[in-house]
């Protein structure tokens, strides 16, 4: 049945089609709107608290999953529904994190062992970047581009507003240019993962620092890492130009390959 065209198409829509309802019906409860889960919303709440019980909930990382898949339909078959499913459950996410505490992040990335850096890495670094990379460069950018009718104009702006949303006066310049580093690699690339993976990588390189710091195997400011130390700006420089570069070169063997086939 799956190697019938239609017949999987057909499968997927299906899938989609009922992961919407179930989104629109879990979503007239009260702040509950772009949830979509098979699991009560109150597991988040445990995790977020640090409780665990011998249910051991990993409603995060179900949630990523779920992201993920949502993603790839749209990648791969271009369905527009499965991308805005995609885009409420971002919502929702980004949504709870913006109402944690700073006490509670922190107490959050104070974990010294493999499974708290585990779920660190689930819930700070995989959903943030997927959440933030659809909401910024899979949605707001190109409708930017479209309306100014300049690229580097729509890229900017988006950047500018990325950065703005964190409300950290003093980052504001390094996030500017990270989010136009991920604008652009979403420009060139035209595919929603290459961002999503540049962002996770910079989000995970803080996570990993903070689980290093408390097990006492480095002893590294992480809020100013990259900034004030030599080293790690200029390998970061140089490994972003090497990946700006080779996205950009593949970019243009792929439009001068489909320029010989036409």
């Known amino acids: 049945v799956l190697q019938d065209k239609k017949q999987r198409a057909?499968?997927?829509q299906n899938i989609v089609d009922a992961l919407e309802t179930c989104q629109k019906k879990l979503g007239e409860k009260d702040d509950n709107f772009g949830f979509l889960g098979a699991f009560p919303k109150e597991h988040f709440d445990l995790s977020e608290q640090l409780k665990f019980d011998d249910n051991h909930y990993v409603p995060y990382y179900k949630y990523q999953k779920m992201l993920s898949g949502l993603c790839c339909v749209y990648q791969l078959t271009g369905n527009e529904k499965a991308l805005n499913i995609a885009m409420s459950m971002a919502d929702y996410i980004i949504n709870r994190f913006e109402k944690l505490s700073d006490e509670l992040i922190e107490k959050m990335l104070n974990v010294n062992n493999i499974s708290g850096l585990i779920i660190?890495?689930?819930?700070?670094?995989?959903l943030a970047a997927i959440g933030e990379e659809l909401l910024f460069r899979?949605?707001?950018?190109?409708?930017l581009i479209r309306v100014c009718k300049?690229?580097?104009i729509g890229i900017f702006i988006t950047s500018a507003i990325f950065s703005f949303i964190h409300f950290?006066?003093?980052?504001?310049i390094p996030r500017l240019v990270l989010?136009?580093?991920?604008?652009y690699m979403f420009f060139y690339s035209r595919s929603i993962w290459v961002p999503m993976i540049m962002h996770f990588v910079n989000n995970g390189t803080a996570v990993v620092l903070y689980y290093l710091n408390n097990k006492g195997i480095t002893n590294i400011d992480v809020e100013t890492f990259g900034q004030t130390e030599l080293l790690p700006l200029i390998l970061s420089i140089i490994i972003m130009i090497a990946l700006f570069w080779f996205v950009i070169r593949s970019h243009n063997k792929e439009f001068k390959t489909e320029n010989t086939e036409i």
């Open 179 to 183: 989010g136009m580093l991920l604008g």
């Open 138 to 143: 899979s949605i707001l950018q190109p409708s």
């Open 10 to 12: 057909k499968i997927i």
């Open 150 to 152: 300049n690229a580097h």
């Open 168 to 172: 950290e006066f003093y980052g504001f």
């Open 120 to 126: 660190n890495l689930i819930m700070i670094a995989a």
